[in-house]
């Protein structure tokens, strides 16, 4: 049932899809079939101001030294023990069922 409507889905888009193809098709011949329209006049390129120069170095980085330093008086973080886990009990076996043979054929 499931695939059967999947079909049908995948039948009815791409039946649009040939429909819309359609009508973009005409669409486009009915534009080329226009008479020639008026050209666009072209417009003078604006000038530019120039730009300004700029130095192509960059400034030294401050040295790292200069940089505060903690004081010694912060105690360190650790971390608390991992509780202690009990072992995990063993999960029983399942049962065997049996088998049985079919009967033989005449």
Request: hydrophobic residues 40%; charged residues 5%.
């Amino acid at each position: 049932m499931a695939a059967s409507m999947n079909y049908s889905i995948i039948f009815v888009m791409v039946a649009l899809l040939s429909l819309s193809s359609i009508s973009t098709s005409h669409g486009a011949r009915s534009l080329l079939q226009l008479p020639n329209l008026p050209t666009i006049p072209s417009l003078p390129k604006p000038t530019m101001p120039q730009l300004p120069n700029f130095p192509l170095t960059l400034p030294p980085l401050p040295s790292i030294a200069s940089l505060p330093t903690f004081p010694s008086v912060v105690p360190k973080m650790t971390l608390p023990p991992m509780p202690t886990m009990n072992p995990l009990p063993n999960m029983p076996s399942l049962p065997n069922i049996p088998t049985f043979s079919p009967p033989p054929s005449n």
